[in-house]
């Protein structure tokens, strides 16, 4: 049917779902008037780069005005920005596993509130290269974990609960064809590793701790490699997760 998916039973029993974290709701606002048409969402950290995301798809798009009044869906929190450029909408989440979570949690309950159809979201942002040309973009088959392994691990009370982290292969290969016209940018299909934290979790040597020596680090940085990752980032196995349950096309660039 291309509906979005709740896999919450709980929700039903509700006389209003409040979501939270970005301002709106099922009783304050009509979901279906104002994102039943969305057909993209475009996810990254930053609120001023979703920002400038969003007019871009505004000028790309042909709408009319010039894109700079642009204004903030959620501008009544400052945990998230949203802005809209026709069946585009452009969203932060800030950084790490978390904060995407979060968000995710709540955008899923929008389009479903919405009755949104066939919608794809695609998290763009920046990430660090793993023996690949600096300025490249990766287009993510399969989001890793530490040890390299397709799995986002959750606890919900006190069981880790292991979910699969598949993207959308059909998704990456039409991204990847894509690429074609935009040959300044050096495109490629990788799996993108995911971590929880920037510095010891990536193996930088530069953090307020630091329990390994140079050498360990290019060593699981070639382990890493080898086993097909090409770039290190903090949200894509939670992304990768969320969407595969709930039925979203997803994709990381």
Do not use: W
Not at 15 to 39: C, Q, R, S, W
Not at 205 to 215: I, P, R
Request: charged letters at 25%; one cysteine or more.
């Amino acid at each position: 049917s291309g509906l979005v998916h709740i896999k919450n039973p709980h929700l039903d029993a509700m006389e209003e779902d409040v979501l939270y974290h970005l301002d709106l709701g099922t009783k304050t606002h009509n979901l279906p008037a104002m994102f039943g048409d969305i057909k993209f969402v475009c996810v990254g950290g930053s609120p001023n780069r979703m920002r400038a995301f969003a007019q871009f798809m505004h000028k790309e798009l042909g709408l009319t005005g010039d894109g700079e009044d642009l204004a903030d869906i959620c501008a009544g929190t400052d945990r998230y920005a949203m802005y809209r450029a026709g069946p585009v909408l452009s969203i932060s989440h800030g950084m790490g596993i978390p904060s995407i979570s979060i968000m995710l949690h709540e955008l899923i309950k929008l389009l479903h509130h919405a009755k949104c159809r066939d919608v794809t979201i695609i998290r763009i942002g920046t990430s660090g290269g793993l023996g690949i040309e600096a300025g490249s973009v990766v287009i993510t088959d399969t989001a890793v974990d530490s040890s390299f392994k397709p799995r986002f691990e959750q606890v919900v009370l006190d069981d880790v609960v292991v979910r699969s982290t598949e993207l959308d292969k059909d998704l990456a290969e039409e991204l990847l064809a894509c690429s074609k016209e935009t040959p300044d940018f050096p495109t490629l299909i990788g799996h993108t590793m995911c971590t929880y934290d920037f510095y010891e979790g990536q193996g930088r040597l530069d953090g307020a701790l630091c329990s390994f020596s140079s050498e360990k680090k290019l060593e699981y940085l070639k382990r890493a490699y080898d086993a097909g990752v090409r770039n290190i980032e903090m949200e894509s196995t939670a992304f990768a997760a969320l969407c595969g349950l709930c039925g979203l096309k997803g994709e990381c660039c």
